[in-house]
C-alpha cells in the first residue's frame, strides 16, 4: 500500500511539472508577441522610442510590484525630461531692455524733462509688478480701456506712449521750466526726420517738413523758436509754449500722426483743408492756395533730404 501511495505522489509531481511547462512556454510566447507589437507601436506613433528595461525572457523575475516600479520610474523620467524647447533669444526683462534702449531711454527722458534715474526706477517697478507677459513694444504695461494690453507697431513707438503715461501720472517730476530754442534749423529738421521714421511712421516726413518749414520760416522765425513751436499751434492764450524743442517737435508730430494721417488725410490738400483752410466763392471749404504754394515749394528741397537720423546722432548734436 505504501509502494502505491508513493508512485501516485510521484505521478502527480510529473503532471504538475509538465503543466508547468506548458504554462511557462505559452507566457514566454505572449510576452514576446505583446513586446514586439509595443516597440512597433512606439516606432510608429512617437517621435522618441522609450526603451524597455526589461524583456519577457527576464520578466519572469520580477514580482508585479516590481514591474509596476519599473514602469512607473520609467514614465516619470520621460516626463521629468518632456520635450525639448526652443530657446528664443530675446528681450525678455527689462535690464536687457534698458541696456539695450539706453540712448533712446535717455533721449525721451532729456525730452520729456524728467529725470532719467526716476524713469528707469519706474520702468524696473511696472516690471516687477506685471501681471502680463513682457512686452518690448509696450515697456509701460498700458492697458485698453478694457482691460487689454494695447499693442504698439514698434519699441520706440510705445517708449514714447509710456513716457506720455509717465508724465500723466507724475507730473510733480516734470521740470516745467522752459528751454528757449537757440540752435540752428538742421536740428529741427533732424528731429522731425527722426520721429517720422522711428516713431509715428505712417506720417510722411517729407510732408511733415515742408508743413513745418512754411509755417516757421524754415525754422528760424525766432518768437516761435522761443516757444518751442515750429507748426503754428495755437491755444486759447496764443502761441503754444513747449517745455523744449524736443517736445514742441514731438507734438507737433504726434499732431500729425492722429488727428491726420490717423484719419486718412495724408496728402497736402486734405491736411490743408483742415490744417489751413480757406472757403472759396461757392462757400465749399478748400485747402489755402497760398498754404500749399509753400508747402509744395518747400517739398521740392526736403525730396533730396538724407533721412538717416538715429538717437546717437540727436544726443551727440553738440
Known amino acids: 500500500m505504501e509502494t502505491k501511495k508513493a508512485s501516485r505522489v510521484a505521478w502527480k509531481h510529473l503532471i504538475c511539472c509538465i503543466v508547468l511547462l506548458i504554462i511557462f512556454v505559452l507566457t514566454i510566447g505572449i510576452h514576446i508577441n505583446a513586446e514586439g507589437r509595443t516597440e512597433e507601436y512606439l516606432s510608429e506613433t512617437s517621435d522618441e522610442t522609450v526603451p524597455l528595461r526589461y524583456n519577457s525572457l527576464n520578466l519572469l523575475n520580477y514580482s508585479l510590484d516590481d514591474i509596476v516600479n519599473l514602469r512607473i520610474n520609467e514614465k516619470n523620467e520621460v516626463e521629468l525630461a518632456g520635450p525639448k524647447e526652443e530657446v528664443n533669444v530675446n528681450i525678455s526683462d527689462i535690464d536687457n531692455y534698458i541696456t539695450t534702449y539706453n540712448d533712446e531711454i535717455a533721449f525721451f527722458a532729456k525730452t520729456f524733462a524728467v529725470d532719467y534715474e526716476d524713469v528707469v526706477a519706474d520702468l524696473k517697478e511696472r516690471y516687477e509688478s506685471r501681471k502680463f507677459e513682457f512686452e518690448q513694444n509696450n515697456v509701460g504695461f498700458l492697458l485698453k480701456k ?40 538742421k536740428y529741427v529738421e533732424n528731429l522731425i526726420i527722426y520721429f517720422t521714421t522711428h516713431v509715428y511712421t505712417n506720417v510722411d516726413t517729407t510732408t511733415a517738413l515742408s508743413i513745418g518749414a512754411a509755417e516757421s520760416g524754415y525754422y528760424k522765425v525766432k518768437y516761435m523758436l522761443r516757444c518751442n513751436n515750429v507748426f ?27 488727428n491726420y494721417y490717423g484719419k486718412g488725410l495724408n496728402t497736402i490738400s486734405k491736411i490743408g483743408r483742415k490744417y489751413c483752410p480757406k472757403y472759396d466763392s461757392f462757400g465749399n471749404k478748400i485747402a489755402s492756395p497760398h498754404w500749399i504754394k509753400l508747402v509744395s515749394s518747400a517739398k521740392k528741397k526736403y525730396s533730396k533730404y538724407d533721412f538717416d537720423i538715429e538717437t546717437k546722432d540727436l544726443l551727440n548734436r553738440e
Open 146 to 185: 478694457n482691460g487689454e494690453v494695447k499693442t504698439y507697431d514698434s519699441v520706440l513707438y510705445g517708449l514714447v506712449e509710456y513716457f506720455y503715461d509717465y508724465v500723466e501720472n507724475n507730473p510733480r517730476k516734470v521740470n516745467k521750466k522752459r528751454v528757449p530754442y537757440k540752435g540752428d534749423a
Open 232 to 258: 503754428g499751434g495755437m491755444s486759447s492764450k496764443g502761441l503754444i509754449k513747449y517745455r523744449n524743442i524736443e517736445y514742441g517737435v514731438l507734438s507737433y508730430v504726434r499732431l500729425l500722426s492722429r
